[in-house]
């Protein structure tokens, strides 16, 4: 065997990718009742070997809701279409991310199933209350119209939790992908429809 295998299982940053990666699976098979031994026989590593990356299996949990967090953000990077000026074009990006996940089995379809799992976990849910906090705020300062984007997020939110349980069909999905960008492209007037009655009134 040569050193660099070695060093390889050694690296650091490395073995915590394979602890966070075994543990949404694990959570994924188990829910988060799972053990701790079971995510680390899971990595390959002793318990020993994951608690000096975490702390404690909380500490895990809220690692891997960070990690999805942040790995479904550069998805959504990546297709926002850097030639779309227009008010929206995040939410865009978010649509087709959370979309194409569904669709084609990708990584972002995985990330709020786990996230679903740990959310009966209190650190848990407050890192995802957190990070829900952060897409409004991204999504809005986009120049979406509030009430738009939360109609939106909701869509794309119940799509995934029907395509997890098997009530929402490929070819729906497709339809209601379509459907949300469209509304997006549209929102001044449907935010002037959705906008509250007390806000209507206000204006006149």
């Known amino acids: 065997m040569t050193d660099e295998p070695r060093r390889a299982r050694r690296d650091p940053g490395r073995t915590r990718r394979l602890l966070l990666d075994a543990a949404a699976r694990a959570v994924s098979s188990h829910g988060a009742g799972v053990s701790v031994e079971t995510i680390a026989r899971a ?38 279409d850097p030639a779309d000026l227009a008010p929206g074009r995040v939410m865009r990006g978010y649509v087709r991310a959370s979309f194409a996940g569904l669709r084609d089995g990708a990584s972002s379809a995985g990330y709020w ?5 740990l959310s009966v976990v209190p650190a848990v849910a407050s890192a995802i209350r957190s990070s829900t906090e952060r897409w ?3 999504l809005t300062a986009d120049g979406l119209d509030r009430e738009v984007m939360r109609l939106v997020l909701l869509a ?35 935010g002037a429809i959705l906008a509250p009655q007390s806000e209507v009134a206000s204006d006149r």
């Not at 002793?46 to 550069?74: C, I, N, P």
């Not at 999905?173 to 997006?184: D, I, K, P, S, V």
């Open 136 to 138: 409004e705020s991204r």
């Open 43 to 80: 990595a390959g590593v002793s318990k020993s070997g994951l608690l000096h990356h975490f702390a404690s299996k909380d500490d895990l949990f809220v690692a891997l809701a960070d990690d999805a967090y942040e790995r479904f953000r550069l998805e959504v990077e990546a297709r926002t």
């Open 113 to 117: 199933a786990v996230e679903a799992q």
């Open 156 to 190: 794309t939110t119940g799509a995934e939790v029907g395509a997890s349980v098997g009530a929402v069909g490929q070819a729906e999905l497709g339809a209601l992908e379509e459907q949300l960008l469209r509304l997006t492209a549209s929102s001044a007037v449907l």
